[in-house]
C-alpha cells in the first residue's frame, strides 16, 4: 500500500498562511508530477496546483498570486505555501501523485483539514 502522508492543515483567520506538505515514497515520488488537490463539503474535488518533475508548475485560477507549490527531490516531499487565505480556500486538502504512463495508477494522500475563518 503506497502511502502519501499530508500535513500542516489547520485553522486560521482569513489574510492568514499555512504551507502544507506531503511526503511519499522515493520510488513513487521522483517520476511523478505531484499535485494539490482541495474538496470542500458538497463540492467535487478540485485541482489546486501541480508541479512536474521537471519542476514546471500549474495552478488553478482560484489561487494564482497566492498559492506556491515547490518540490524537494532530495526529501521526497511536496509542499503548497498558501498566503492570503479566505473562508471558501476551506476545504480537506489531498496529495496526488500522478500516474507515471496513461492508464498506470495514481496515489492519494488521505488529506488534510483547512479551515479559514472570517
Known amino acids: 500500500q503506497v502511502q502519501l502522508v499530508e500535513s500542516g492543515g489547520g485553522l486560521v483567520q482569513a489574510g492568514g498562511s499555512l504551507r502544507l506538505s506531503c511526503v511519499a515514497p522515493?520510488?513513487?515520488?521522483?517520476?511523478?508530477?505531484m499535485g494539490w488537490y482541495r474538496q470542500a463539503p458538497g463540492k467535487q474535488r478540485e485541482l489546486v496546483a501541480t508541479?512536474?518533475?521537471?519542476?514546471?508548475?500549474n495552478y488553478a485560477d482560484a489561487v494564482k498570486g497566492r498559492f506556491t507549490i515547490s518540490r524537494d527531490n532530495a526529501k521526497n516531499t511536496v509542499y503548497l505555501q498558501m498566503n492570503s487565505l479566505k473562508p471558501e480556500d476551506t476545504a480537506v486538502y489531498y496529495c496526488?501523485?500522478?500516474?507515471?504512463?496513461?492508464?498506470?495508477?495514481?496515489?492519494w494522500g488521505q488529506g488534510t483539514q483547512v479551515t479559514v475563518s472570517s
Open positions: 496526488k501523485a500522478d500516474p507515471v504512463l496513461p492508464g498506470l495508477s495514481d496515489y
Open positions: 522515493g520510488s513513487i515520488f521522483r517520476l511523478r508530477t
Open positions: 508541479i512536474a518533475k521537471s519542476g514546471t508548475t
